[in-house]
């Protein structure tokens, strides 16, 4: 028994053949959606697109900050420019009612009254 030799299998390059020959061989799909860092297949080639990529994002962000930081110039501008108007306001009411304070009390050192005036 030990004369008989092991049977040869066929190899394949998957390793294992099916045996079915109605079954199409299955090939790897060719997608076309690739970066195109990843098509250029040299090193060189992908670090310097890379490199650019990442000057574009940097310049992007500086220029979205920029802009950011002149809307929030501009917003406290015209905060500060609300809160002077309204205690330009206030100032302004206080101001009326004490002129009223004041002409009441002179009123009443005059000796007239409410009822007397009205």
Do not use: C, F, Y
Not at 1 to 26: E, F, Q, Y
Not at 82 to 90: G, I, S, T, Y
């Amino acid at each position: 028994m030990s004369d008989l030799a092991p049977v040869p299998i066929a190899s394949s390059s998957n390793g294992r053949v099916s045996g079915k020959p109605w079954k199409p061989v299955k090939a790897p799909t060719v997608r076309s959606h690739l970066q195109e860092a990843l098509k250029t297949k040299q090193w060189n080639d992908r670090m310097e697109k890379t490199q650019k990529a990442l000057a574009i994002k940097k310049l992007e962000a500086e220029l979205k900050e920029e802009k950011a930081s002149e809307i929030k110039q501009r917003r406290e501008i015209t905060q500060q420019r609300k809160k002077a108007a309204e205690e330009r306001r206030l100032a302004e009411e206080m101001k009326a009612k004490l002129g009223a304070r004041k002409a009441a009390r002179l009123r009443r050192k005059a000796g007239r009254s409410k009822k007397i005036n009205q």
